[in-house]
């Protein structure tokens, strides 16, 4: 079994899906506890669906796609913090429209162009194990650049996850956090379809932060143990897709909701 | 020292007038009874009062500052109504939420220091939950959860402390240690203390003043000048005022 092991991680493919799949598991489990405490989990599938958009659009003029996909996916997600902030349409519904407006683009500009539907599928469903060398540089700079935004902001971060009016009171500039949560959602959205794709991108934002929330105590301790399940997965994941020969994105997820499972069954035996 | 100035204030939410024509003058010291009744326009004056309701007024100051430019939050401690739905769902130990209170004392990038971390401490030892300050703030019990929000309002040594309904969902025994808690905070330690209740029978044991609102201004003033004004006779009935004072010492 050892010896399997070691044996995969010889293979440069497998060190590269490794390497960035840690870092974008560990970016989406800190994110993601914000993300669900406040109530928008479904974030990540509206802005999963807009990146579709943005993807075909970057296909369809011959231009690198996420170079297309990140600026317009941080559109999008601003676009939904002002709909929230200014309008009376809800969060939900704000979600939808966005979400709406980038996969019915990007339906109508792959039916359009034709001839890079191979290229769609693979954003569709990722694949980890095909990341390129660029790809993997791409994900650990912009992780780190995210990461350290959260690290910086910490504290402002989790008192408008609590209470933005009392944030607010604090002195603390809540449109300036509500923007950078924003920013740093889509950019980690882009970034993780290649990995799980973008029909399960969400799963990595909402999976490991809801598991941690049923087992942690305090904000900190949710924030690791997201991290230390989200990690646990996607290297398990990448193995078990490797050796089973299946999809890495879906075995991720299926991971993490065997973790999931696991927590919330031993909670509610525990609480009977 | 004037910590609070309101000249004409009113308030108008989608056409509809909240508030109208408010005047009052808190200073250092005060204990400020607010009452009224549902829908008079308490939470909606607090709310003015810390920046967070848009409304228009002839004088609106804040430390002799003006509210729209007012920048020393440290300076003033809030202990909003309905805090505990938040704190069921969010995961923090008492240490942690409290320490929530210090980032007013910082600008950006608010780094948290050994000096914080003691304030916190100094702050749950004082209110006597020092024991509790790695316990997730949604097990606490009803008290305790009241003085974990109380050590957040504190924590940063505010000149004001403003109460949104604090002792609602408290039964009377942990009611009456709050308020002695309060009591000590605005005898002992000159903060001033706004507090919104509908527990008028008892607001008159500690407050010195009292605002009676109902959209607008009923009553302002000394405690004793409201129990020996006969124009609130005549608004409350001479049995609920005597009822309000009764309790005043």
Known sequence: MINTLLELLQYSFIQRALIAGIFLGLLCAILGVFLVLRRLSLIGDGLAHVSFGALALGLAFGVYPFGVAVPLVIVAAIAIQLMIRYTSVDGDAAIGIISATGISTGIILASVSGGFNIDIYSFLFGNILAISSLELYLAIGLSGIVLSTIAVSYHELVYVTFDEEQAQISGINTTVIQTLISILTAITIVLSVKMVGIMLVSSLLIIPASSALQISSGFGETLRRASLLSITSVIFGIIIAFVLDVPPGATIVLTNIGFFATILGIRLISDS | ?249
């Not at chain 2, 024509?21 to 009874?33: A, K, P, Y």
């Not at chain 2, 980032?103 to 030892?125: C, F, G």
Request: with cysteine; charged share 20%; proline share 5%.
């Open chain 2, 1 to 249: 020292m004037s910590i609070i100035q309101l000249d004409n204030l009113s308030v108008t939410i989608q056409n509809t007038p909240i508030l109208s024509g408010v005047s009052l003058d808190i200073s250092q010291g005060d204990f400020v009874g607010l009452a009224g009744p549902n829908g008079a326009g308490k939470s909606t004056l607090i709310r003015s009062i810390l920046g967070l309701q848009p409304f228009t007024a002839e004088t609106a100051t804040l430390f002799d500052s003006p509210i729209r430019q007012f920048k020393d939050w440290h300076k003033v401690g809030y202990m909003p109504q309905k805090q505990t739905n938040k704190a069921k769902n969010f995961p923090a130990t008492v240490a942690e939420f409290v320490l929530l209170g210090r980032l007013s004392t910082k600008h950006w990038p608010r780094i948290i220091s050994a000096k914080d971390r003691e304030a916190v401490n100094n702050q749950l030892t004082k209110l006597g939950i020092d024991h509790l300050a790695n316990r997730p703030l949604s097990t606490l019990s009803g008290g305790q959860q009241q003085r974990a929000f109380l050590a957040k309002a504190l924590v940063s040594n505010p000149e004001l402390l403003i109460l949104d309904e604090p002792t609602n969902a408290l039964d009377p025994e942990i009611r009456s240690e709050f308020f002695e808690i309060l009591q000590d905070l605005n005898q002992n330690h000159q903060v001033t203390i706004i507090l919104i209740t509908h527990d008028t029978g008892t607001i008159g044991q500690f407050a010195n003043k009292l605002l009676f609102l109902d959209t607008k201004v009923l009553f302002w003033g000394d405690f004793q000048d409201f129990c020996a004004d006969p124009s609130m006779s005549n608004y409350f009935g001479s049995s609920e005022q005597h009822h309000i004072c009764h309790q005043h010492d």
